[in-house]
């Protein structure tokens, strides 16, 4: 009896000093411990919660994940490009040098076209009046590191062709044609030296809707002598004025390489709901995921946990903010992925959003899909405390919540095995992608 109760001691003592070293140890850093769950300063590497022995609360402690720390563990969840769109748009890893740029200063020049047979009848600032607050979009989204300038040229050019002849799709070499047209008409008029976006808005007397969006490759169209890579037509103004601003979002999302997360062939969101600026463009306020916003450089490396392990215990801080690690991500293969991220204070359902990507998948197809659906369409898709769901074998459970995080506990089942896709890296999956394109729309060329 008296053996026992000596070890009952001395593993208590043991213990003690253990949570001691653990509170010393969190004292160092400048963040205390408790305090680490309010607000994790940007490219924080602090996060990981263990369970206290004795007092079953959570403690956090620090967590080397950072990209100088753990390369080979982040380079598994930056996705290979693998969408049939190829260099134009698509979820891998890295982005086409074609794309416009993401972080610092993006020039837009806005150019107001009309036709023959639809005649403008409003003026250039009338159509414009609603647009500059684009700028407020991607400055909240990309957390202060991109600034669009609108570049407006306030007349209107007549293109001598039937109006129709600008309506369709993108991402088809045919599609360059009205780009090209377009440009021989306003070329004298407008200096395109360093301009990233060329944006046609089309004439107001033009009653279908039209949003064309046409990312090419280096070197298609020049002016100016500059490279002119990414171009976009819409009517978006005429019959949406109020949300001019969102629609212009949405394609200059797709000027920085992002995909169609809506389905394309309805003009539905079932996929995505209204996460993402590329899902839905009528939310209450904008909205990308963190895996998109990574890829674009706006948050760090050390900001996502790039998860190699059975099961971890991880806080994740709503991304209102901009500190802070912000997602878990699971990688499943080169392409596939599960991903959980923490919502707050957007006018959507708060908690945390768990979703599959797959960059096989094509644009507007469903490359990236929220979990659990439990109705007619993900809005209402992110867990609460007690909740739990599913995904490829990948299970995760909300443990706590505040009005700033969410702590999730991820767990990879026995199929959840990652497996990678191809022995190519993704710079050499991205120069074959667009030589091959390049070459696609260099005998397009040939044959007009």
């Known amino acids: ?8 001691f001395l593993l208590a003592a043991f213990l003690s000093l253990t ?44 967590v080397l994940r950072s990209a100088v720390n753990v390369p080979a563990a982040v380079e598994n969840c930056q996705l290979l490009e693998a969408s049939p769109s190829g260099s134009a748009v698509g979820l891998g ?6 794309r416009s740029p993401s972080k610092g ?19 250039t600032q009338e159509l414009f009046v609603n647009l500059p607050e684009v700028a407020n979009v991607y400055d909240t989204l990309s957390y202060g590191q991109l600034d669009i300038q609108l570049e407006p040229v306030h007349q209107w050019f007549r293109i001598n062709q039937s109006a129709d002849s600008w309506a369709g799709g ?3 070499p045919p599609y360059i044609n009205p780009f090209r047209d377009a440009l021989a008409v306003v070329d004298p008029a407008v200096d395109f030296s360093g301009v990233d976006v060329v944006y046609f ?25 500059h490279n002119l890579n990414n171009f976009v037509a819409g009517s978006e ?42 899902a839905n463009t009528y939310g209450p306020q904008p909205s990308m995921m963190a895996y998109q916003r990574w890829k674009l450089g706006w ?101 706590e919540s505040t009005n700033s995080h969410d702590l999730v506990r991820v767990t990879r089942g026995a199929t959840a095995v990652y497996e990678p896709t191809a022995d190519l890296t993704n710079n050499t999956n991205r120069e074959l992608i667009s030589l091959i394109e390049t070459l696609t729309f260099d005998a397009a060329d040939l044959q007009q």
Request: with cysteine; aromatic share 10%; glycine share 8%.
């Open 1 to 8: 009896m008296k053996s026992r109760l000596f070890y009952s």
């Open 19 to 62: 949570l001691m070293q653990i509170s010393k140890t969190a004292a160092q850093t400048e963040t205390p411990t408790f305090e680490m769950a309010q607000a994790i300063p940007n490219g924080s590497d602090f996060g990981l919660a263990v369970t206290a022995p004795l007092t079953d609360s959570f403690v956090y402690l620090p």
């Open 93 to 98: 890893f890295p982005t086409s040098a074609a």
């Open 105 to 123: 200063t993006m020039r837009v020049k806005v150019l107001f076209v009309d036709f023959p047979d639809s005649p403008a009848t409003k003026t």
């Open 170 to 172: 993108f991402y088809t």
């Open 201 to 225: 808005l089309m004439s107001d007397a033009y009653t279908p809707f039209v949003n064309l969006t046409q990312p090419l490759p280096q070197g298609v169209i020049t002016a100016d002598g």
């Open 237 to 278: 103004t005429i019959y949406h004025p109020f949300a001019g601003a969102r629609l212009m979002g949405h394609e200059i999302g797709h000027t920085l390489g992002l995909p169609d997360l809506y389905n394309t062939t309805d003009g539905q969101s079932p996929f995505f709901g209204q996460w993402d600026t590329m």
């Open 299 to 399: 948050l760090a490396n050390s900001q996502i946990y790039c998860q190699q392990s059975a099961q971890e215990t991880i806080y994740i801080e709503a991304m209102q903010s901009a500190g802070g690690v912000k997602a878990v991500m699971v990688p499943l293969s080169g392409t596939k992925m599960v991903v959980v991220e923490s919502h707050r204070a957007e006018g959507y359902k708060e908690g945390a959003l768990v979703y599959l990507i797959d960059s096989a998948v094509n644009t507007g197809a469903g490359p990236v899909r929220a979990y659990p659906n439990r109705g007619t369409d993900t809005d209402d898709a992110p867990l609460v405390v007690g909740e739990s769901v599913t995904v490829e074998g990948v299970t995760i459970e909300v443990l």
